[in-house]
């Protein structure tokens, strides 16, 4: 997937419950983009990017961050894979997937929030094993199966008739007995883990877990589920008033490295900036450009190398003419500078953008961005990206 | 995970119709106003000959067909400038559209035959900065439905398999 598809996406997705993404700034000069999003505290959780809010308005709420960018994160794409081996996680993937079911539903997506579930109970991830090698385009995978099996026992016909129909079926008749799991239960791995099989919460859990997807609980009915009915009753703010367990996330301050003299931090001045976050709340470090420095790619905003600075003429239009609608006798003009020519096509007045924005950072070659930008309308800035999952285990 | 991009199949299609009658209802308005308003179609048949030999789908065909409107609805662009544009629309929503394997590669965009014969060469820098420029102006928001966003939809909701039409399936044309 293109990294203009994933912000273009990124943009569509607004939930409370969603770490919004705010604002898209480019560099025309490096030809960087940043993505300013929700900031939010902590990090509840690994496997989706899980957070929970801090002290403001929406304290104690809970929301989902960098869906898309996970992925992108493991795309095949990058040289980067070489230096630094991708591997992808499997533990979240619904059996059907990795008997290779062709169409996306919703009860994939609940298999992923049964996991989820799980590890928040026993603080471990419930299919744990060993992360593989990206450039598999098999869905089968054998070692994930074996684990699925190994704690949930594997599926009586009863249990998934249709299991017979997936594509990957004769490949896990020949791989796989049943025999091996038998004694394996998912009732037997949660005892170990001091959830007893009457508890309402264990009851939901399997409901969640359910191998077969057609018999698996859709969303609808799960939030009808007893478990929400008793005590302790959801809250909105999940510390339900008390005070916040975590320890509050250190600034970074100035003395984080900067690779570039520019750098300013000021807020930016033009109108075109203002952020439409509520206030402090929002500010947010800019997730590392999708455009990798050295990307493969010749085309594209993902593509790379040749400065931008080049001027020439061709272009006079104002640029923060921007999105308003321009009467035709006022129209800007793109100029004649020919694009057969050879000539300088663009520049000139495009480098008025990279004026505007003023607020950038430089970080090399890695997509999770390590060192963080100073966005001065918040007291703090953070990479909600980076450190610290283990502390805040919830 | 690439499932099979017929979503209009899956079990998630009215959810997708309706997002995309939502999105639709806001689309930006369009003034058919560009001072270049002659030439839009000429660069419409370009976008769809060079859509057409990459084999792109409909939906970025129509789209960047679309985001080129919007666009010269915008601003006064030369002839040889909306060259630029128009090829730098086609690759945008083929990025949005299409799996990144099928997006068109600069290379072969330049080797195409109606390029050379147009005496245009299409540079690196050129295209990032139109792009840019683009993404800019549409505020990188590209989900922007388009009459091919529905049609596939709409044919399996209104068209059976044993429909005939002349005799013939009507599935097979």
């Known amino acids: 997937m293109s990294a203009c598809r994933e912000i273009a996406l990124l943009r569509e997705l607004k939930h409370p419950n969603v770490i919004a993404l705010q604002k898209v700034f480019l560099s025309h000069s490096d030809r960087k983009v940043w993505l300013l999003f929700d900031y939010a505290e902590h990090d509840l959780w690994k496997p989706a990017n899980i957070l929970v809010m801090g002290e403001g308005p929406e304290r104690g709420r809970v929301k989902i961050a960098d869906m898309g960018f996970a992925r992108l994160f493991n795309s095949p794409l990058k040289p980067l894979a070489d230096l630094d081996p991708v591997v992808v996680t499997f533990w979240y993937r619904a059996p059907e997937l990795l008997l290779g079911a062709r169409h996306y539903t919703k009860a994939i997506d609940i ?7 799980a590890e928040l109970l026993t603080s471990e991830p419930i299919f744990h094993c060993r992360q593989e090698d990206i450039k598999t385009s098999n869905p089968f995978h054998h070692d994930q199966l074996d684990r ?26 020949k791989d796989f007995r049943r025999t091996t799991y038998a004694n ?27 191998m077969d997807p057609t018999k698996r609980i859709t969303s609808e009915q799960a939030l009808q589920d007893p478990y929400f009915q008793e005590d302790p009753l959801p809250t909105l703010d999940v510390f339900a008033g008390c005070q916040i367990p975590y320890p509050k996330r250190e600034f970074l301050n100035e003395d984080e490295p900067e690779e570039k003299g520019d750098k300013n931090q000021q807020p930016p001045q033009n109108q075109h900036q203002q952020p439409t976050a509520p206030p402090p709340q929002a500010a947010a470090p800019p997730q590392a450009p999708p455009p990798q420095q050295n990307s493969t790619q010749t085309n594209g905003t993902s593509g790379t190398g040749a400065g931008v600075g080049a001027a020439g003429a061709g272009l006079q239009h104002s640029q923060d003419s921007g999105l308003s609608q321009v009467p035709p006798n006022k129209k800007p003009r793109l100029g004649p500078s020919g694009a057969n020519s050879g000539g300088p096509v663009m520049p000139a007045d495009y480098q008025h953008s990279s004026s505007r924005l003023n607020y950038q950072s430089s970080v090399q070659g890695s997509s999770q961005s390590q060192s963080t930008l100073g966005y001065s309308a918040s007291s703090q800035q953070s990479s909600q990206y980076h450190s610290s999952h283990q502390t805040h285990r919830y | 995970m690439e499932l099979e991009g017929q979503w209009w199949r899956g079990q998630l299609a009215a959810d997708i119709h309706q997002a995309l009658r939502y999105k639709e209802l806001k689309l930006p308005s369009y003034k058919g106003q560009s001072p270049q308003l002659s030439l839009r179609r000429y660069f419409a048949d370009l976008i769809a000959i060079v859509s ?9 065909r129509h789209l960047a067909v679309y985001l080129l409107d919007l666009f010269m609805d915008r601003y006064d662009i030369s002839i040889q400038q909306l060259h630029l544009v128009a090829l730098s629309c086609l690759l945008l929503a083929s990025k949005f559209e299409e799996k990144e394997d099928s997006v068109p590669k600069l290379e072969q965009l330049n080797s195409l035959g109606c390029m050379t014969n147009m005496n245009l060469v299409l540079t690196k820098q050129n295209l990032l900065h139109m792009e840019l420029l683009l993404l800019e102006t549409f505020q990188w928001n590209l989900c922007l439905p388009t009459a091919a966003h529905f049609i596939e939809y709409y044919l399996s909701e209104a068209v059976h398999e044993t429909d005939l039409h002349d005799g013939w399936p009507m599935i097979c044309l």
């Open chain 1, 111 to 117: 298999w992923a929030i049964g996991c989820i579930f």
């Open chain 1, 148 to 173: 699925i099996f190994s704690v949930m026992g594997f599926p009586a016909d009863k249990d998934w008739e249709d299991i017979r129909k997936m594509p990957e079926y004769p490949t896990l008749q």
């Open chain 1, 184 to 210: 394996s239960s998912l009732i037997k791995y949660m005892e170990k883990h001091k959830v007893k099989p009457d508890s309402k919460v264990f009851l939901l859990l399997q409901k969640l877990l359910t």
């Open chain 2, 52 to 60: 057409n030999r990459f084999t792109l789908c409909p939906s970025a």
